[in-house]
């Protein structure tokens, strides 16, 4: 798995793909749980709505921003992927896109439009939220069934696209759990055990499929001795699921003690689905057919890009930590004052 | 058949898309730096006139962030759906500018963005100043890179090409490329004239509807100075900008002025229909050898026609004349009414200076000096920024034509094979999309200020507390 770091053309190709690995995984995180606050949006009352906006409202541009991050070192890194993988995802990219465009804009329309705009505005919210959350899950499926376009694998990315939008809700939901007080945790929490189904079949549809689809990754898992060394990822991640069913079956804690926990383990569950999944497509960058070492861009200006981003990628990190600390505790409703 | 159905489809989808996006950044570039000023005057002076309009503008920036943030994604993704052969040409270029964009510039604004907004009654005074400034130094630093890909797209230089694809030789020669510094100068004024303007137009449509507090005084003589200081230097810097066409990009020029036929002391076309066929201009109007004075400084210097860019067989190796000579006009027009507005509401503030209600001695400009006519004019202005910068860039973009980037790679080698119908079927939606949300933005725009004008936007500020607001509710629940 570890490239020669004595060839450029070799470790820089794996740099990329590493750093564009994190950024979809840093995406698929924080972009989730803003797009689960929108699709858990209607089934909150009014007021408890201007409370979920708050406490995904200072964040949720940032968030985005690592979508843009991952699809540029796509297109910066790997050009011939980008194109190869976009153009076959003509329609769900667009309906995306659409969904992104109609939630970014709501979230600030609803807020300063006439207040009688602001039942459609905040339908526009969920609409676009759930939009995004779809495509993205139909894009996962079509990418897991190697781009192939049978009706078969557009069964199968309806499917990961219904799984993805439930997991986004679910991850929405422990959010709230931390960043609300009262009725609203109450619900969030509910919530989180009710959508916590999306999440288990979701990885189970993945880890089941990917082997099917590719002998190469069938053997890839479960040949000798690398079903050993790979045992820990469904382990792992069996247990997180059973300790966040019955952490939600509890919450809230009395004094709210732990209630970051659901998230954090969240986080941590989606962390090891995409592990696993990175495994399974490495070297691939377009399924079967492109590896990230013939996809990739001329040396000389990926170590260009490489020396910016040894600098600033930590400097991002250390104020994305800065924002998210300022903002910290209880959301409440936003104010420009 | 097929493939051209498609690649004017794309193109459409791509002008519409990047002509929807330029809107919002140009506004949010200066309103940035001109939020910055406000919170600096704020500091300075404990003056809340200065923090009523910071919080009036804050949203208006809000709203223009998030319709930039959202077109932009989108841009950035049309680049895989319908131009592939651009990234794989030449990627190796335009890919570690677009990644410094987003390392240097997307990450900074849109973190600091949240403190800028929310953080007021959360972090110290000088952090929120500290987030006002990132941010904009963030939206010009975005400017910056995407200005540096664009110019080298018009004046490439700094690689060499091997088996078809792009390779970098100089990166100072590829960021310092002939075009950039005036093409980004031109940007950057064009930003903050588009911004001086909404900021005059929107103040004059508050103060037309009867708002006379002093945040609206100060704002309106902010809007009309940034207007008044800026419309000169932008067209001497937009003369600069021409020579340097004129060098490296001579068929734009020649398109630009309407001129077929090379000759010295080449006529100004004040008016004119091109047309191609006859490759002549119907029913011009023309001031004799002004054309060349302007391009060369010299009344008989000589221009080069379009003539001089035709294949053997007879294809242009010129852009289509027609929109490059239209969009030139609008946005010369546009710039000449700019100057006389806003020259017109300085000279009447000025004389009539006497007329300040307030009775302060020491003023030298009185909004009440200005005559309704000029009050009047300067509303629909609010939005002249916008057409001058898209007549601009069409004059320019459009002036690159037959080449995506000039003399390597042609628009037409990059499209994608989609099916046409499906192009259209996504760029149909789109444009209902941009329309239905221009319509939402300027009908916000116009709520925003007759609720400002009104009073009711929830102040009730006391700012004694070192730079910390207690303020009564003013949440974007309300």
């Known amino acids: 798995m570890l490239p020669d770091f004595a060839n450029p053309a070799d470790w820089l190709p794996w740099t990329f793909a590493s750093l564009m690995g994190l950024s979809i995984l840093i995406y698929v995180v924080l972009d989730g749980f803003d797009l689960g606050v ?230 941590g569950l989606f962390a090891l689905a995409y592990i696993g999944m990175a495994y399974s497509f490495y070297p691939y960058v377009v399924p079967e057919q492109l590896t990230i070492y013939e996809a990739a861009a001329a040396p000389e200006s990926l170590l260009i890009i490489l020396i910016g981003a040894v600098f600033v990628i930590p400097t991002i990190l250390g104020y994305s930590i800065l924002a998210y600390t300022i903002f910290r505790g209880k959301a409440t409703e936003l104010r420009y004052d | 058949m097929e493939t051209l ?14 002509s929807f996006h330029i809107l919002f950044p140009t506004i949010t570039i200066a309103l940035g730096w001109v939020l910055f000023f406000f919170r600096v005057r704020f500091a300075q002076t404990q003056d809340d006139k200065w923090m009523a309009a910071y919080r009036f503008w804050v949203k208006v920036f809000a709203l223009s962030f998030a319709m930039g943030v959202v077109s932009g994604i989108t841009m950035s993704f049309q680049f895989g759906t319908n131009w592939p052969g651009f990234m794989e040409t030449v990627g190796n270029i335009a890919g570690p500018l677009l990644a410094y964009e987003v390392m240097t510039a997307f990450f900074l604004e849109a ?9 007021f009654s959360r972090v110290p005074g000088w952090l929120h100043m500290l987030a006002t400034f990132l941010v904009a130094f963030g939206t010009t630093m975005s400017a910056f890179w995407i200005i540096v890909l664009n110019s080298w797209m018009h004046t490439p230089q700094g690689f060499e090409m091997i088996d078809g694809v792009a390779h970098a030789t100089s990166w100072v020669e590829i960021i310092f490329n002939p075009s950039m510094p005036y093409r980004f100068a031109h940007m950057m004024l064009a930003s903050f004239l588009t911004v001086g303007f909404l900021v005059a137009g929107v103040s004059a449509f508050r103060w037309l509807i009867g708002d006379r507090s002093r945040e609206v005084r100060a704002m309106l003589k902010t809007g009309v100075a940034i207007g008044a200081l800026l419309i000169p ?18 068929a734009k020029v020649a398109a630009m002025e309407g001129l077929w036929e090379t000759q010295e002391g080449a006529p100004l076309v004040l008016f004119g229909i091109p047309d191609e066929e006859a490759r002549e201009n119907r029913h011009a109007i023309e001031i004799p050898g002004l054309a060349s ?27 289509p004349v027609a929109p490059v000579f239209w969009s030139f006009r609008v946005m010369v027009g546009t710039g000449v009414a700019m100057l006389l507005l806003s020259w017109a509401a300085v000279w009447f503030m000025w004389r009539r200076r006497d007329r300040h209600e307030g009775q302060i001695a020491g003023h030298w400009f009185a909004v009440e000096g200005l005559p309704k006519p000029i009050l009047y004019a300067l509303v ?37 094979e989609v099916p046409a119908p499906m192009v259209l079927g996504t760029l149909v939606t789109y444009l209902a999309i941009y329309a239905a949300l221009l319509l939402a933005y300027i009908g916000v725009i116009a709520y925003l200020a007759r609720k400002a004008a009104r009073g009711d936007d929830g102040r009730a500020i006391d700012m004694s507390h070192s730079g910390k607001a207690q303020v009564a509710a003013l949440s974007p629940a309300e």
Not at chain 1, 67 to 90: D, E, K
Not at chain 2, 233 to 250: A, C, R, S, W
Not at chain 2, 381 to 397: C, H, K, Q, R
């Open chain 1, 38 to 267: 929108g699709i858990l949006f209607p089934l909150a009352e009014p007021a408890e709505q201007d409370r979920m906006i708050g406490s995904i409202g200072p964040f949720w541009d940032a968030n985005e921003t690592w979508l843009v991050l991952a699809v540029g070192l796509l297109l910066v890194a790997f050009p011939q992927a980008h194109g190869m993988i976009l153009s076959t995802l003509y329609l769900p990219v667009f309906v995306m896109l659409v969904g992104l465009i109609l939630r970014g804009v709501a979230f600030e329309f609803r807020a300063k439009a006439h207040a009688r705009h602001k039942q459609l505005w905040n339908r526009l919210f969920f609409t676009g939220s759930l939009m995004t959350a779809l495509a993205q899950g139909f894009m996962l499926g079509l990418y897991i069934m190697g781009l192939e376009q049978t009706l078969a694998t557009y069964a199968f990315a309806t499917l990961t696209a219904v799984f993805l939008a439930v997991g986004y809700s679910f991850i929405g939901a422990t959010w709230l759990v931390h960043k609300t007080e009262g009725a609203l945790q109450w619900k969030s929490v509910r919530w989180g055990r009710e959508s916590l189904w999306g999440v288990i079949l979701g990885i189970g549809a993945v880890s089941l499929a990917t082997p099917l689809v590719s002998t190469r990754i069938f053997d890839k898992w479960l040949a000798a001795p690398q079903v050993f060394y790979l045992s820990p990822l469904p382990i792992l991640s069996g247990l997180a699921i059973v300790w966040l069913w019955r952490m939600l079956r509890a919450m809230p804690f009395a004094e709210d003690r732990r209630s970051w926990l659901p998230f954090a383990v969240s986080t």
């Open chain 2, 293 to 319: 004075f302007i391009l060369t400084h010299e009344w008989d210097g000589e221009l080069t026609g379009l003539n001089d860019f035709v294949a053997e067989d007879g294809t242009a190796l010129h852009p």
């Open chain 2, 111 to 119: 973190v600091f963005i949240g403190i800028m907004l929310f953080g």
């Open chain 2, 5 to 18: 159905d498609t690649l004017i489809l794309s193109r459409i989808q791509f002008a519409a898309n990047i």
């Open chain 2, 233 to 250: 230097v932008q067209i001497f810097m937009g003369d600069l900008h021409g020579l340097n066409t004129k060098e490296y990009q001579p």
């Open chain 2, 380 to 416: 629909p202005m609010a939005f002249s920024g916008w057409v001058a910068t898209l007549a601009g860039w069409y004059t320019t973009e459009i002036g690159r034509q037959p080449w995506l980037v000039q003399g390597v790679m042609t628009t037409e080698m990059a499209v994608a």
